[in-house]
């Protein structure tokens, strides 16, 4: 098989098996929460603590991978992660099923981003597009899959087998990267940023546990609101400090490259209504619905499903409109199949229900495919780990971000109807305003140049060139 090929097929080893446990995990929600006795929103913790973990080591990612190599980083990651699945199938509580998922995200911290790392030092700047498309396909099974399984395993064996099933893929991921991947390391390697890391990782942290336990849940409102104030200090006192220091750990100066800083930006928005639907839509289909897990899984795989269909289309529809053309259309198309999620109710028909959520799953997998790609487009392959870990930072805090925005939502309507239990029509409000913040990231995709991203789409310029060039 072809490098361009294989390289990223053993990269994706890592995103199957965390997609897979997000999805299986999303699926699972509302058993695991009835069987540690908690209030199915107070789950939002376990998702959440993830992207904590994430949030604090991804800025390392990069720096590990450039002092011990991309391999043996990528190796030791998904050796963590597998670790962290046997952890999270042996609690016994709420506490100890976050503490375990935030293990679990310290794998997932380096395994993605320094996968990605390795696919783009080791494929052609040209080949990037379908080189992502391949990585991409692999782990898109697992959420095709991860539902429909994990629905099953929740209802008809024990929930803590879902946590089995990374096992055998991390061992295979481990095998292959042994054989096939080498250890790229960059040999002009600055000294790790240690106030850098203290600075946005507990900042990071700290803002989204202030989001995450917003409500009624563990801490009251009064120390979720100073945890996101100290947070949010926390960050600006690392903008001050990346101004001032010669090689921090997350290089703010890349967001003067106007296509990394709009697709950056524009990403984060457009996630955030990503971001709420594996928590939000399950739990309607379940709590709000009534169905058990294997049924809800049986329709939320269909998203999946669409965004594997339109994998194979997303590179040639790039060559024909450009990237700044397909980010800011498609975004809008996407972000109103997320609203559309609010307006099922337990009497639309099923089959209708399935070619929304596929079409929809198209759409997203569109901007994705798209955002991944023309994030890079004008980023030196020197500085491509410092970029592989900002995006990756702003990625999980997005999806973060929709999380606790939704369970906000939710918390908020059910609370005005001075109830505490959900119903099916709490989760209209919600997906509505996820998917307008998702709408927003249009802004920003409009402002790329009309060029941006040629090279990798494969499309002539539009643009006259300068009078001087046709001398």
Known sequence: ??????????????????????????TSLPVIAADLHQDPLALKLALTSYVVSLAIFIPISGW??????????????????????????????LGGFVAARFFQGMGGAMM?????????????????????AWLTMPALVGPVIGPPLGGFITTYLDWRWIFFINLPIGLLGIVLATIFIENVREPARPPLDIVGFLLSGFGLALFMLGLSTSGRHLVPLEGSVAAAVAGVALIAAYIWHARHTAAPLVDLSLLAIPTFRDGLVGGLLFRVGVGAIPFLLPL??????????????????????????????????????GFRTVLTWNALVASAFIATNGFFTPATPVWLILGLLLVGGCFRSLEFTSLNTIVYADVPTSRMSAATSLVSVAQQLSLGTGIALGAFVLEAVSRARLETDLTAGDFGPAFVTVALVSAASSVFFRRLDPDAGAEMAGRALIKARPAADSV
């Open 112 to 132: 993605v981003p320094v996968g990605r790392l390795v696919l783009l030092r080791s494929v052609p700047r040209s080949e990037i597009v379908g080189a992502m």
């Open 1 to 26: 098989m072809r490098r361009d090929r294989l390289i990223p097929i053993i990269v994706a080893t890592g995103l199957f098996m965390e997609n897979t446990d997000g999805t299986v995990i999303a």
């Open 64 to 93: 590990m991978a450039d002092r011990y190599g991309a391999r043996t980083v990528f190796r030791a990651a998904l050796g963590v992660f597998m670790a962290g699945s046997l952890a999270c199938a042996a609690v016994g509580s």
């Open 284 to 321: 309607m289909l379940q709590v709000g619905f009534g169905l058990n897990a294997l049924q809800s899984g049986l329709l939320t795989f269909a998203s999946a499903a669409g965004a594997m269909i339109m994998k194979g289309m997303a590179r040639r529809i790039l060559r024909a409109a």
